[in-house]
């Protein structure tokens, strides 16, 4: 009986649920239902709690934290570790050289499988850099004023040689299917500390050869409750779509008819009681509340002309300098995670030209960010975090010497690290003679997830989500390395 009532109440709440979704729909609310999907939970989920999003879970931060926040700056498509921070002096000497099959053989290859395998020399000029002495690319030349700053890692692998199923396991760990993204586990188990944007923030740029397309589902929230996954604000034009009234309707009609929707789920909570009518009251509310925060977030008036000058920014251009200006602007205001596509590196060929335009339109803005944060005292609390889904390969690609290019590569590639406490100036692992396998301290990316995780707080190992009868994990069953001591 008493399972045949609570069915009843079930499709009672669906029922209703659907009406007032059509009742918002059809009244013009411009509550942004569609574009923030990410705020409101899907009905199927069943979310057992009702935490709002600015709420840590029970128990969390599992220790003190070192930052407040990550800001992910994602090179898309793979950067070449060869021309940017791993100098290998053999790929000069045996320039156009066999590839030696014994480190090839056997191994993964995406476009040059059954390809004869020659060795390339850097197509760039690297010198020490800093007091640190670290060795960066003459394509990088703001790079090399921040070589004390950051935290250099030439041993990253991973496991996935294709860039969706390789930014999926970057993401989240894995390439089974619906799971958390590192932004949605951040969030879920961190909260937020603004009421009045998402926790989770994503903005792309493009540049460079063959921008891949990149799924929303990189950020999505898996078989967490959806409002922790991240939401995609525009890098031009309108941030969020149906953030705003529609024409008509003004702000306090806005409110009232809110509050009205909201009279309406504090009656069905009473009546069906599922905890997930509470998380859809502050979906509403924190949807109204970015109707002011958005376009007060947006409005760069304030910024004085040297801080544009020094991203080498233009508002509104969607590019990636203007999107790391906004990164700082969404870590002033609260924002947990910020993730900065950059799509362009898929370099297979014309390497030379491609490289150059990257760079130029990413290394300035990076610099310009690490400054900007340090010099108004977030750095010490953000983890900053520069790098793609996987490097390239030592062996050429094409035949066209003047065209030539790298294929993808997962066994050995660089990504740097700054930021709270992250000590500079230090590179940390290495590559073979040949760039090819991680051969000292190697790091999975299962490593950097526990890392990161660590430096907010959290022990992955007491961090998990249950689902289909398994503890989810974003590190997996493996057990990674926490480097946190060895970097800080």
């Given at each position: 009986?008493?399972?045949?009532?609570?069915?009843?109440?079930?499709?009672?709440?669906?029922?209703?649920?659907?009406?007032?979704?059509?009742?918002?729909?059809?009244?013009?609310?411009?509550?942004?239902?569609?574009?923030?999907?990410?705020?409101?939970?899907?009905?199927?989920?069943?979310?057992?709690?009702?935490?709002?999003?600015?709420?840590?879970?029970?128990?969390?931060?599992?220790?003190?934290?070192?930052?407040?926040?990550?800001?992910?700056?994602?090179?898309?498509?793979?950067?070449?570790?060869?021309?940017?921070?791993?100098?290998?002096?053999?790929?000069?000497?045996?320039?156009?050289?066999?590839?030696?099959?014994?480190?090839?053989?056997?191994?993964?290859?995406?476009?040059?499988?059954?390809?004869?395998?020659?060795?390339?020399?850097?197509?760039?000029?690297?010198?020490?850099?800093?007091?640190?002495?670290?060795?960066?690319?003459?394509?990088?030349?703001?790079?090399?004023?921040?070589?004390?700053?950051?935290?250099?890692?030439?041993?990253?692998?991973?496991?996935?040689?294709?860039?969706?199923?390789?930014?999926?396991?970057?993401?989240?760990?894995?390439?089974?299917?619906?799971?958390?993204?590192?932004?949605?586990?951040?969030?879920?188990?961190?909260?937020?500390?603004?009421?009045?944007?998402?926790?989770?923030?994503?903005?792309?740029?493009?540049?460079?050869?063959?921008?891949?397309?990149?799924?929303?589902?990189?950020?999505?929230?898996?078989?967490?409750?959806?409002?922790?996954?991240?939401?995609?604000?525009?890098?031009?034009?309108?941030?969020?779509?149906?953030?705003?009234?529609?024409?008509?309707?003004?702000?306090?009609?806005?409110?009232?008819?809110?509050?009205?929707?909201?009279?309406?789920?504090?009656?069905?909570?009473?009546?069906?009681?599922?905890?997930?009518?509470?998380?859809?009251?502050?979906?509403?509310?924190?949807?109204?509340?970015?109707?002011?925060?958005?376009?007060?977030?947006?409005?760069?008036?304030?910024?004085?002309?040297?801080v544009f000058d020094a991203y080498q920014a233009t508002p509104g251009d969607g590019s990636f300098a203007s999107n790391c200006i906004m990164a700082r602007r969404l870590a002033e205001r609260g924002v947990r995670f910020i993730q900065l596509y950059?799509?362009?590196?898929?370099h297979h060929d014309n390497l030379d030209k491609y490289m150059k335009q990257c760079c130029e339109l990413t290394d300035r803005p990076a610099f310009a960010l690490i400054n900007d944060l340090k010099e108004r005292g977030m750095l010490d609390e953000?983890?900053?975090?520069?790098?793609?889904?996987?490097?390239?390969?030592?062996?050429?690609?094409?035949?066209?010497?003047?065209?030539?290019?790298?294929?993808?590569?997962?066994?050995?590639?660089?990504?740097?690290?700054?930021?709270?406490?992250?000590?500079?100036?230090?590179?940390?692992?290495?590559?073979?003679?040949?760039?090819?396998?991680?051969?000292?301290?190697?790091?999975?990316?299962?490593?950097?997830?526990?890392?990161?995780?660590?430096?907010?707080?959290?022990?992955?190992?007491?961090?998990?989500?249950?689902s289909q009868g398994l503890d989810v994990r974003l590190t997996g069953v493996e057990e990674p390395k926490v480097l946190t001591n060895e970097w800080t």
């Amino acid at each position: 009986m008493h399972g045949t009532d609570s069915n009843c109440k079930s499709t009672a709440g669906r029922t209703s649920i659907s009406a007032r979704r059509t009742f918002l729909k059809q009244s013009g609310v411009g509550l942004g239902i569609g574009a923030l999907g990410a705020l409101l939970a899907d009905d199927s989920r069943g979310a057992t709690a009702t935490r709002l999003p600015t709420d840590a879970l029970a128990g969390l931060p599992h220790h003190r934290p070192r930052v407040k926040r990550v800001i992910f700056l994602c090179m898309a498509g793979g950067p070449s570790h060869l021309e940017t921070f791993d100098f290998k002096t053999e790929l000069v000497r045996r320039d156009r050289e066999p590839m030696p099959t014994s480190l090839t053989e056997g191994q993964p290859i995406a476009q040059l499988q059954s390809k004869e395998l020659r060795i390339l020399a850097p197509r760039a000029r690297f010198v020490p850099c800093g007091q640190s002495g670290q060795r960066i690319s003459d394509l990088l030349p703001w790079h090399r004023k921040m070589a004390d700053d950051i935290c250099v890692v030439n041993s990253m692998v991973t496991e996935q040689i294709n860039h969706d199923p390789a930014h999926t396991f970057l993401n989240t760990g894995t390439i089974t299917p619906n799971r958390p993204s590192m932004g949605a586990w951040v969030t879920y188990g961190l909260g937020s500390e603004t009421l009045d944007l998402p926790a989770f923030v994503v903005l792309t740029s493009q540049g460079g050869r063959n921008p891949q397309p990149i799924a929303s589902r990189q950020w999505a929230s898996g078989n967490l409750p959806s409002r922790y996954q991240g939401v995609q604000f525009n890098a031009a034009g309108a941030p969020v779509h149906y953030v705003q009234n529609p024409p008509g309707v003004s702000q306090r009609a806005q409110r009232r008819l809110v509050d009205t929707v909201g009279d309406f789920d504090k009656q069905l909570y009473r009546r069906v009681g599922d905890p997930e009518i509470a998380t859809r009251l502050a979906a509403y509310e924190m949807a109204f509340r970015m109707q002011t925060a958005v376009p007060e977030l947006m409005d760069l008036s304030g910024e004085p002309q040297h801080v544009f000058d020094a991203y080498q920014a233009t508002p509104g251009d969607g590019s990636f300098a203007s999107n790391c200006i906004m990164a700082r602007r969404l870590a002033e205001r609260g924002v947990r995670f910020i993730q900065l596509y950059h799509r362009g590196w898929d370099h297979h060929d014309n390497l030379d030209k491609y490289m150059k335009q990257c760079c130029e339109l990413t290394d300035r803005p990076a610099f310009a960010l690490i400054n900007d944060l340090k010099e108004r005292g977030m750095l010490d609390e953000t983890l900053v975090i520069w790098g793609g889904e996987f490097g390239r390969t030592p062996m050429s690609q094409g035949s066209d010497r003047s065209k030539i290019g790298r294929d993808h590569h997962i066994k050995g590639f660089s990504m740097w690290l700054s930021g709270g406490g992250i000590q500079g100036g230090t590179t940390y692992g290495k590559t073979d003679d040949f760039g090819y396998h991680a051969t000292e301290n190697p790091v999975h990316i299962r490593d950097l997830h526990a890392t990161m995780l660590d430096m907010l707080g959290i022990d992955y190992r007491r961090f998990s989500v249950r689902s289909q009868g398994l503890d989810v994990r974003l590190t997996g069953v493996e057990e990674p390395k926490v480097l946190t001591n060895e970097w800080t």
